[in-house]
């Protein structure tokens, strides 16, 4: 059965820090591109950052110097360093899965089948 379970998130003032975590299990975790998505409150999905299974990383324009993304093939967890968090970062953030060889485009949404349920990241000013 597939897994992805998120944890990590909460309620901090901004400037701060928060680190996410996805444990996954049920499929090869090592041959999929991993990703955090977030979606704010009213709006759609959003890509945040994406890592393939050689450590190659993609960020959105919006966290790039802020977020780093990182997986732990031995143990199934991906993470996702949050720092100088903004008030426009809260939203609830979800890991997506997918074989490597079927994504093309790795902040888009749709190219992701296996989701968590989502942890709330909420940053006040």
């Known amino acids: 059965q597939v897994r992805l379970v998120e944890s990590g998130g909460g309620s901090v003032q901004s400037g701060g820090s928060l680190r996410l975590s996805c444990v996954v299990s049920?499929?090869?975790?090592?041959?999929?591109?991993m990703a955090w998505f977030r979606q704010p409150p009213g709006k759609d999905r959003e890509g945040v950052a994406a890592i393939a299974t050689d450590g190659r990383t993609r960020n959105a324009d919006s966290v790039k110097d802020r977020f780093t993304i990182s997986r732990d093939n031995t143990d199934n967890v991906l993470y996702l360093q949050m720092n100088d968090l903004k008030p426009e970062d809260t939203g609830r953030y979800f890991c997506?899965?997918?074989?490597?060889?079927?994504?093309?485009?790795?902040?888009?949404?749709?190219?992701?089948?296996?989701w968590g349920q989502g942890t709330q990241v909420t940053v006040s000013s």
């Open positions: 997506g899965a997918e074989r490597e060889d079927g994504v093309w485009n790795p902040l888009q949404g749709y190219e992701y089948n296996y």
């Open positions: 049920g499929f090869p975790y090592s041959t999929y591109w």
